[in-house]
């Protein structure tokens, strides 16, 4: 008898009838002899509708009470899910954050998990239940109800599968696993069947995930093997872990990208004396998230240094930069718009030099420009004009050979 | 300073602009100086919705999911009460029941107090803050999540009360108080004053309730007084006390009435050598209210009980007593339909003894047959034909005065 988690998210349990699917499942996997931890989020569109209700009432609702307004939401769905697996015959409880024993911080509405004691859930398995846990919220020490951001309940699935020590905790979604790449844009995207927890950050991070970050990583830290699949076939998904069997020998596992990138450049007058970090904290100070930064020097002499944001960013990264020009000591700063990342990743790259002057060699082949690099030991990601997304996604999803399953 | 309790019922928190005019009534209060705690049910129809949910998946869902899933509606009514406050500026929490320290025993949807730990609401009480604590749930001492059943948001709202020694339990409602009848039926009912526990406790039983009977006990007992006013404009309703001052000397204070109601008559054989009491528990075993019980002796010998049942139970009494026929040794059964129950009800009835031949004699005055009677100390019921009932409530109503003022 193995422990396994599975956790179904709220397109999954949008109604009645998908409660009654997942039910179903749970039997399934049930009759096989497993002891089950099942973790549900909110019904479908349950927590934009109340937090639509607390903005009707406030530009600035407080996020302890938005904490107690959205976590109903999860434990409506799992009420719901116990009453129908107990119809069905098999036996089953529904916990709340607290009665499961999810401890987090004190962070309303992005708390982290501090603690999960598991004995109220070890008990309730031994006693041959179905126990389901409503994902998304914890609580404090000091019995504050909290919940955890986005992606809370797969890190809750993930919390719970390693304090029970399960065999495996499977995500359940509405795509049949990850892909080498977006299928709707790169012609013969496959499925992969494993992936390692690192490439599955670097894809997540890059945009193209299906997993939250913050779940992947305490999925890394406990060993947790995570599984990513659809819930309506039996496909078998994909498996994340520390270190996955050759598939094939491929090298780049997956091509992620993402659109709507600004670039920025500050070109600074000689003598410079200030320290180029102090942009950057002023940027992070406003929220403005930086990702690729490249540092160079303008007609041998003069530091300059770009960096890329997202679109939406722009106007206020204007203003911050402009409002502080004295302090920052830049003489002259200026953006290019309508550019994209495309990124390929893959945990092989590591001992394979070669990996980035092959994907610029094919880029140029295809003649898109390249405007910044960026690289890790996993992943190099490239920023190029926006229209030449789709085509160097497509171009380096054949490069690498991701197709050829 | 003094601690005031406002209970704030569904339909007064129904949507979000009825959920701003009661969070600017409690400013109103709170500007006075008052120390506030309020208690909310779920919003309008909210638990109806739940429990169509519910049925959707199970004929019979688990009690104690049930639980877990009504719950949820007062938490989002709290929350965003306290939202709405907090954006008035008026520093606000809320707190579920097992927050608020409201235990229970273990019956799930129809739970008791236990005990009310108001060390958390007088804490918060004492910085200064209002406290939202959502009615009708508690947590039993193994950290269960359970419901009170009907009226229980009453209930919770005078548990607090008492654990605070509040000054005064306001339910806050959609009538203007407790009325001498039925205004809908009864010309010139008006509303009372002021009304004893017991009294209120008489009213609600026989179906013109605005309180439920177990919050009136409780405010029996902890000596709470409870007033009940309306949610919608500023008068001062009634109070419900232990005493009440002389109010225009008045002996009955209320008349009830109630319709649907059936005769069931049982005849026995001589010799009968069993016990009338083993028909009444074998009803009570199968979930039938017997409420009004008459026996009396058919042709001077034969043993006979008539008693008053709802017309909705009847099917099932009928077929609970033909099945235990032999059992219970009886040879006759017969019922009348087609009746109601109209009763008066005061706390002066006990030092008046004619006050039951002033209302057998008025009916007989207006050729109103009395079918059953039954007395208390406070409370004169007779059983009459329905078509009757209206006529005979404005005559008992007139003939003891209540439309006098």
């Known amino acids: 008898m193995s422990k396994i988690v599975m956790k179904f998210g709220g397109t999954s349990v949008a109604t009645t009838e998908k409660i009654v699917n997942v039910a179903k499942r749970i039997r399934n996997v049930k009759d096989k002899g497993h002891e089950i931890v099942v973790v549900v989020s909110a019904m479908g569109k349950t927590t934009d509708e109340l ?9 600035n609702p407080t996020k302890r009470e938005m904490d107690m307004l959205l976590s109903t939401g999860e434990q409506v ?8 697996l107990n119809a069905l015959g098999i036996d089953s409880i ?7 024993g999810l401890q987090t911080d004190e962070v309303h509405r992005n708390a982290r998990v501090d603690n999960m004691d598991a004995s109220k859930v070890l008990k309730l398995l031994a006693e041959n239940k179905v126990v389901i846990v409503a994902g998304f919220q914890g609580v404090t020490s000091d019995n504050e109800i909290t919940t955890l951001g986005r992606g809370g309940s797969d890190t809750t699935a993930v919390a719970i599968a390693a304090s029970i020590e399960a065999e495996i905790c499977d995500i359940y979604t ?11 844009f790169v012609t013969n995207a496959r499925k992969l069947e494993q992936l390692e927890y690192d490439e599955m950050l670097e894809l997540a991070n890059l945009g193209a995930g299906v997993l939250h970050p913050r779940a992947v990583e305490f999925a890394k830290n406990y060993k947790i093997p995570l599984r990513v699949r659809s819930s309506y076939n039996d496909e078998e998904g994909t498996i994340l872990k520390e270190e996955v069997d ?5 090298v780049v596992r997956g091509v992620a990208f993402e659109s709507d990138i600004v670039r920025l450049t500050i070109e600074y007058d000689i003598p410079f004396n200030g320290s180029l970090a102090s942009i950057f904290t002023t940027l992070a100070a406003n ?3 930086v990702d690729i930064i490249v540092q160079s020097i303008v007609d041998g002499v003069r530091p300059a240094v770009s960096f890329s944001i997202k679109k939406e960013s722009l106007a206020e990264a204007i203003t911050v930069l402009e409002s502080n020009k004295q302090v920052l000591g830049f003489t002259f700063a200026d953006f290019e718009v309508g550019l994209a990342k495309v ?3 893959g945990s092989g790259m590591v001992s394979n030099p070669g990996v ?3 994907m610029f060699d094919r880029l140029r082949k295809e003649n898109i420009p390249v405007k910044m690099v960026s690289t890790s030991e996993i992943k190099v990601s490239v920023v190029v004009p926006q229209n030449e997304m789709i085509h160097a996604a497509n171009a380096l999803h054949d490069e690498f050979g991701l197709a050829l399953i």
Chains 1, 2 share one sequence.
């Open 51 to 59: 937090a639509s209700l607390a903005n009707d009432l406030s530009e």
């Open 77 to 84: 769905t799992m009420a719901l899910l116990a009453i129908k």
């Open 94 to 100: 529904s916990l709340t954050g607290w009665q499961a």
């Open 174 to 184: 509405d795509v049949d696993g990850v892909f080498t790449s977006d299928p709707r």
């Open 246 to 250: 050759l598939e094939n020998n491929l």
């Open 287 to 289: 929220h403005i998230n």
């Open 343 to 345: 990124s390929i990743v």
């Open 356 to 358: 980035a002057a092959q």
